[in-house]
Nanobody, 124 residues
Framework: QVQLVESGGGLVQAGGSLRLSCAAS????????MGWFRQAPGKEREFVAA????????RYADSMKGRFTISRDNAKNTVYLQMNSLKPEDAAVYYC?????????????????WGQGTQVTVSS
């Protein structure tokens, strides 16, 4: 069982940046895909970005392309989400998730372990 702990959320002005981190425990971390999702109040959870186990493949939601960057450090069992040019509509609780897939995937059903989330608030 992989346990995930997110950090790095907070309050930022529109146009600003935040870097989220997700520390994972478990032996399978370095070979499995990881992802970030988010959920705003009153909305469904949506895909943000995902990265393959090797880190060679990445996928982003269209609205995040060019602004967000996902990366991972398998030696530290950590995945990151660098968020730049933040907009008020990016405000949400951000969750990292662990997939049983080796390759990159954006389908929530492929992710079996979830963190508790970190709040991102963007002021206009």
């Amino acid at each position: 069982q992989v346990q995930l702990v997110e950090s790095g959320g907070g309050l930022v002005q529109a146009g600003g940046s935040l870097r989220l981190s997700c520390a994972a425990s478990g032996r399978s971390f370095s070979i499995r895909a990881m992802g970030w999702f988010r959920q705003a109040p009153g909305k469904e959870r949506e895909f943000v970005a995902a990265i393959s186990g090797s880190g060679d493949s990445k996928r982003y939601a269209d609205s995040m392309k060019g602004r967000f960057t996902i990366s991972r450090d398998n030696a530290k069992n950590t995945v990151y989400l660098q968020m730049n040019s933040l907009k008020p509509e990016d405000a949400a609780v951000y969750y990292c998730a662990f997939s049983l897939q080796y390759g990159v995937t954006s389908s929530p059903v492929d992710f079996k372990s979830w963190g508790q989330g970190t709040q991102v608030t963007v002021s206009s």
